[in-house]
């Protein structure tokens, strides 16, 4: 299978967390059919080498937990003498979704330390791997997943939804940063919608471990969600929100906006789930135009 992308060559190396199941196995058999050499990094043992099983090529597994910066430090001495320390596609997906109260402070130290800080020590160890792969002839791209819940922040599960708003400004902030000093190394901010994986059950949020068996007519599959995410690589984009078949782009574009708007307009915090606001917060959000995302040309440097 030959690929548009340069990132997705043969021989070139994928690193993926997350990758035993959802969205970040799906993307490693993709990588995968294009003859990459994909790295899979679970903390799920059991799961990565069924994974494994059904895939062929050059893939290796690493259980690791992408909470110890010890851990990273173990994979980037693995990745530089196996490898020759390069990394064209780096994708910093794992994360957990556990819900608790307030007065619970392991709740919010076990979310913030998978879904922040095992992004921020997947930077601390990798990055200096793909900034020096990348090059105009062939360049690197860094893919980290964040979440709807990051951008509109809906009640109910403050810990994952802060941890996944600082993903959103680290990889902004990582954006600007390599634009600078590293222009061929792309940062994507992939935000799926309503993905049948082992973060989602039966209701349209990513905030519960999936106990059914049957998916959802408004979920989309994770190889929906890569192919959306190729397909916006593609196109140079950083912020790639995906819709899913509740949800389409116009109606991401005014939740998001409805709840800037908050902000800007200095509105009450969460208007769109307070009742006094509800009528108020539908009709527009029902009505509410914006330009085609599609029509944008809104490139990285």
Known sequence: MASWNPVFEPGKTAVITGAASGIGLALARKCAGYGMNVIMVDIDAANLAAAKATMTGPVETVTMD??????????????????????????????????????????????LQVNLFGIIYGLNSLLPLVTRSSSVE??????????KQGITNP??????????????????????????LSPTTSVHLLVPGWTFTGMTGSAPRQ??????????AGAWMPEQVVEYLEAKMREKKFYIICPDN??????????????TNDLVLGRPPLTRWREEWKNESEEWIRHAQFPD???????QG
């Open 138 to 147: 062939a360049p690197a791209a860094i893919v980290m997943t964040g979440s």
């Open 293 to 299: 995302p599609n029509a944008a040309h809104e490139t």
């Open 155 to 180: 009640p109910g599960n403050p810990a994952y939804n802060a941890s996944k708003a600082a993903v959103k400004a680290l990889a902004e902030h990582l954006a600007f940063d390599l634009s600078k």
């Open 207 to 216: 905030d519960v471990t999936a106990s059914r068996r049957e998916k959802p």
């Open 66 to 111: 992408v909470g110890k910066i010890e851990d990273y430090q173990a994979l980037q001495c693995k990745i530089t003498a196996e490898y020759k320390g390069t990394i064209s596609l780096l994708v910093l997906n794992a994360g957990i979704a556990q819900k608790s109260n307030w007065a619970d402070s392991s709740y919010f130290e076990n979310v």
């Open 246 to 259: 509740d949800v389409n782009e116009r109606l991401d574009q005014a939740r998001i906006s409805w709840a």
